[in-house]
């Protein structure tokens, strides 16, 4: 008989049900987890310690825009910066820093960091 028919809408409904719950659950999944680790930085002691610049990346994310008139395109970029730091015990931690702290620490920079959980607050050269 072919894919015509109620069958073939109780099988589209369901793959539709399926993936619209699949992403929702990782929407709520990941808002959870962004929250829990808000919170717990907020928990965490505001700490200053001895540490170098070891490493810098950046992360580029586009994101295109119907304008809504016809074939009309918008493209939209973001940039997300990170530096690596070293403390005295040679432990290692990634945390992200705004463009203008980006721009101002060079790897090499040594002084004092200071930070909450993985929130970054600032790093003075000494």
């Not at 072919?2 to 999944?29: H, P």
């Not at 070293?86 to 920079?109: N, Q, T, Y």
Request: glycine fraction near 12%; hydrophobic fraction near 40%; include cysteine.
């Amino acid at each position: 008989m072919g894919f015509g028919g109620c069958n073939s809408f109780a099988v589209f409904e369901t793959i539709f049900f399926i993936a619209f719950f699949s992403i929702l659950g990782v929407v709520v999944f990941a808002a959870i987890r962004g929250i829990a680790q808000w919170n717990k930085n907020n928990h965490s002691p505001r700490l200053t310690v001895p540490a170098s610049v070891v490493s810098k990346r950046t992360n580029v994310s586009s994101h295109m825009h119907n304008t809504g008139s016809g074939a009309m395109h918008h493209t939209s970029h973001h940039t997300t910066y990170y530096v690596t730091f070293e403390v005295e015990s040679g432990d290692r931690m990634e945390l992200h820093v705004d463009g203008r702290e980006f721009g101002m620490l060079a790897e090499g920079d040594i002084g004092m960091l200071t930070f909450q959980g993985t929130r970054y607050l600032g790093f003075e050269r000494g």
